[in-house]
């Protein structure tokens, strides 16, 4: 597969503003394109991106509007940025999930406009999360990043591969951003001697043998790029809380998003969107 670009979806909120320039930055990063994209379902405009319109001639001069302001604010990152726009009939998560099929990473607002947008919070992200092939990063706030430019990568890790694939994404954007890795696991113990603990083993043994199981994952990444620095932490603790007060100072949550996704008890569900709407910097969903 092609991953040629960075897509963001643009309906004219705050949030997705801040989308574009989140996407723009990384597009830039990155030496890619930026494909900035608009949709709306006349139907259910609340599924859609825009505000409701029954004209059509009102709604193309909308959408076309809303692609432009995309454009100008991509330029504002990077005025030498190639940007490509497209605006489409149907709903928005399925025209960013098509979208996704050639894209290195779709971006998203947390939340968008609608007449019950706030109500459907992250009906959109959460679809689009849910089936995008791609690396999916949802934005949660209008202002953008309030860290520190070198501020840590936090991801979310269970020893499974498809939390593995999410650190080694993790470990790529501390090097893109030369920012330290921080690694956390969280596990929910249901008595004091946790069931999931074999024998005689204890907490120092588990957390030992966790961290030898990333260490390993992460031996080929850390050794052409030793200057990363990477903590590992090892907590009992509700997982979703835990993610969620160790990204209060961090630049970027990094999670899987299927099956264990790279945190106990973590799917694409209501999960998900408890971290897609209280997460302090952007989440990236990884594959």
């Known amino acids: 597969m092609s991953a040629s670009r960075v897509v963001v979806g643009v309906d004219g909120s705050p949030l997705s503003m801040a989308a574009v320039s989140a996407a723009a930055q990384i597009a830039s990063e990155r030496g890619l394109p930026l494909h900035v994209l608009h949709a709306f379902a006349v139907d259910l405009p609340m599924l859609g991106f825009g505000e409701l319109a029954k004209d059509s001639d009102v709604v193309s001069t909308h959408a076309d509007r809303l692609v432009t302001q995309g454009v100008a604010r991509a330029h504002a990152i990077d005025p030498s940025l190639t940007v490509t726009t497209a605006v489409r009939d149907g709903y928005a998560s399925q025209a960013l999930v098509d979208a996704a099929r050639t894209a290195a990473l779709v971006v998203v607002g947390a939340m968008g406009h609608g007449l019950f947008s706030r109500a459907s919070v992250g009906a959109v992200a959460m679809q689009v999360v849910t089936h995008a092939r791609c690396p999916v990063l949802v934005v949660g706030h209008e202002g953008g990043p309030t860290a520190s430019e070198d501020a840590a990568v936090v991801v979310g890790v269970d020893g499974s591969k498809p939390s593995l694939r999410?650190?080694?994404?993790?470990?790529?954007?501390?090097?893109?951003?030369?920012?330290?890795?921080?690694?956390?696991?969280?596990?929910?113990?249901?008595?004091?001697?946790?069931?999931?603990?074999?024998?005689?083993?204890t907490w120092s043994d588990y957390a030992a043998d966790l961290e030898g199981t990333l260490t390993?994952?992460?031996?080929?990444?850390?050794?052409?790029?030793?200057?990363?620095?990477?903590?590992?932490?090892?907590v009992t603790g509700e997982p979703v809380q835990t993610l969620l007060d160790h990204a209060a100072d961090a630049g970027l949550l990094v999670v899987g998003s299927r099956g264990s996704g790279g945190f106990p008890g973590l799917h694409v569900g209501s999960t998900a969107l408890r971290l897609m709407g209280r997460s302090p910097c952007p989440v990236l969903f990884t594959r």
């Open 166 to 201: 999410a650190l080694s994404a993790a470990f790529d954007e501390a090097v893109r951003r030369n920012a330290p890795l921080r690694v956390v696991h969280a596990w929910e113990p249901s008595s004091a001697s946790d069931p999931t603990l074999s024998g005689d083993s």
């Open 216 to 234: 390993t994952a992460l031996s080929a990444q850390q050794a052409a790029h030793p200057h990363i620095e990477v903590t590992y932490e090892v």
